[in-house]
DNA sequence: AGTCTTGCATAAGAAAAACTCATCCCTGGG
DNA sequence: CCCAGGGATGAGTTTTTCTTATGCAAGACT
């Protein structure tokens, strides 16, 4: 995955000056001059071509646009604050580090990790959940890390949903994933029904982000082609959720169909809070992955982790 | 708030060379030399005052510590890219998009969308969660929004938790919340059970930093300092989580006890998923808040939205 | 109204950061 | 043992970013 990314600091600079409305209060925050701040923001505005401050007379004011990104921006470099943040206090004070994807995270890996917490009460833990966890089929990492500097009392282990190709690491399978169809039993049930996928094209379409990642773009249009009915079904109109989680809470909310992952649904439709109405499943190569570093693998709480968490799949 | 960043130019190298570990290729994928990469590397890591890579021979390999903070800063650029993005496509294909905190989506806006959906259903949704929604008091920006550029379709509404305080901005206050300690009704009525505050010294404290945000820190030890323990619990130990909602999900299966905002989990007190065992209640200044720029107030999808959470709360 | 003040824009030059080139060094493969 | 590959290093160059100085327009003040 290689970033297409804007020009680093101009970003920053504009966060700030959109944060205060002012360019000169930006510059003070940020120790340099006005006039670098008025400099970074008219280069921004050329490399985007778009128009961030309208200036009226002796005030700036922010475009809709502009603003709408605000809490994108923030949030990314709140990350990147928390990533240096999280080198350089080293040890973190966990004995183990859980990076996992979202929904993996809250659907099948929180209703186990009780046990695991009472099996093993010492290790203390961490869970991340990031969005940011699936890959194209294999890390890009391709060498074998080893020599890793042993003193350092933090572990961190990923849970990938990928192609399983990650040399260097320590990989082991836990299970593979397919793509259906959920909604709320009552919708399913309701006028108009949901009896084959055609009947689609009569009720509301969830879209999120994260789905989007794990069919590589065009979630649903690649589903319903699968399921023979590209044509029939628009796919585009719907609203459209930043994350997997927030489709399938709507869907049980029988705002509309939304697609999801077995099995990390199963759950919800063995409570019935959630029914897969249609047989139509997509299979992507992808499956989830716990990812380790071959030399970290066998510090006592990774190992314990590994073992416990291959036992429950 | 104000960002203590490090050089970013230098992150995105850091990323690229993680990545591929090998600078080389990370020099081609940049487009820049071999020695370019090199340097800053070398910089960051004078900058951090903390190894990256060991190099061994020919090869690098990459720290634990510096592992372990690549998913948070893939994170972080990912979500540079994507705001960037959104400003770039400008209308967003939607006419309504909702920023707002992750644990008011998922416990409060999301069962109720469904309803709104059905009484407006021209009104294209994009709900968007983002945990940087909170806010010391006030926004930073103190100035009166105005002529904006109204040709564009897209009006972005704030959902903030905070003081209230946003001149510029409609600010509808829509209901204040308390901190409260929650657990499984199981486990509060287990051995040892928790009868009072001082009963948490027994018990699993679940962190996350959510709560750390809208605490501003140290989110339990005021909890307890509040109701009257501080000395006796120790605060610091315990699982840590990246959300509030999987804090939420963690005391629910038992592994502890969390911290949550009411009202926003009175429906899990209700089903009796979780319950709260003491009186105390923390009530921090802060309340939700719908914000949105007076100039965009006053559009149809705003304004039908505005008046229908209202009618919610 | 006229004047002052405040804040952004702009141009030119200065400073700093980033990059390249040339070269060295080490390691592992043949 | 020698060679090739890949990273390190230092000097010098290019590019970016910043500052200083100044201009301009709008709101505040008298």
């Known amino acids: ?4 990314l804007p020009p680093l600091n101009a970003l920053r600079v504009f966060e700030a000056a959109a944060r205060h409305l002012s360019f000169k209060d930006a510059a003070s ?3 340099i001059t006005q006039a670098a701040v008025s400099h970074q923001i008219k280069s921004l505005e050329e490399y985007l071509g778009v128009e961030l401050f309208r200036r009226a007379g002796r005030r700036v004011q922010l475009t809709e646009s502009a603003r709408a990104c605000l809490p994108r921006l923030r949030e990314g470099f709140d990350s990147l604050a928390a990533a240096v943040e999280m080198i350089r206090e080293r040890a973190e004070e966990a004995d183990l580090l859980i990076t996992a994807p979202p929904v993996f995270t809250a659907r099948w890996l929180m209703p186990r990790l009780a046990d695991f917490a009472r099996r093993e009460p010492k290790i203390e833990l ?3 959940a990031s969005s940011k966890m699936v890959d194209a089929g294999a890390l890009d990492s391709p060498t074998l890390v080893s020599g890793l500097d042993l003193r350092e009392d933090a572990s961190g282990v990923e849970i990938h949903l990928g192609g399983g190709h990650y ?4 990989a082991d399978r836990l299970f593979g994933v397919s793509m259906t169809a959920v909604a709320s039993p009552e919708l399913a049930k309701g006028d108009p029904p949901l009896r084959e996928p055609a009947d689609l094209a009569h009720h509301v379409l969830l879209h999120d982000d994260a789905m989007e990642l794990v069919a590589g773009g065009n979630a649903w249009q690649r589903w319903l082609e699968n399921a023979g009915v590209g044509e029939r079904v628009d796919a585009s109109r719907g609203p459209r959720f930043s994350s997997n989680i927030l489709s399938l809470e709507a869907a049980s909310q029988k705002l509309g169909v939304a697609l999801a992952l077995r099995p990390l649904v199963d ?3 063995a409570s019935n809070r959630l029914c897969a109405p249609f047989k139509t499943e997509m299979k992507p190569q992808a499956a989830y992955y716990l990812v380790c570093p071959e030399v970290i693998a066998d510090r006592p709480a990774v190992s314990a982790f590994r073992k416990w968490l291959l036992s429950q799949v």
Do not use: A, K, Q, T
Request: a positive charge.
């Open 1 to 4: 995955m290689i970033y297409r």
């Open 29 to 31: 925050e940020l120790s």
């Open 126 to 128: 961490r869970v991340f």
């Open 167 to 170: 040399p260097g690491y320590r």
């Open 267 to 269: 759950s919800d439709l």
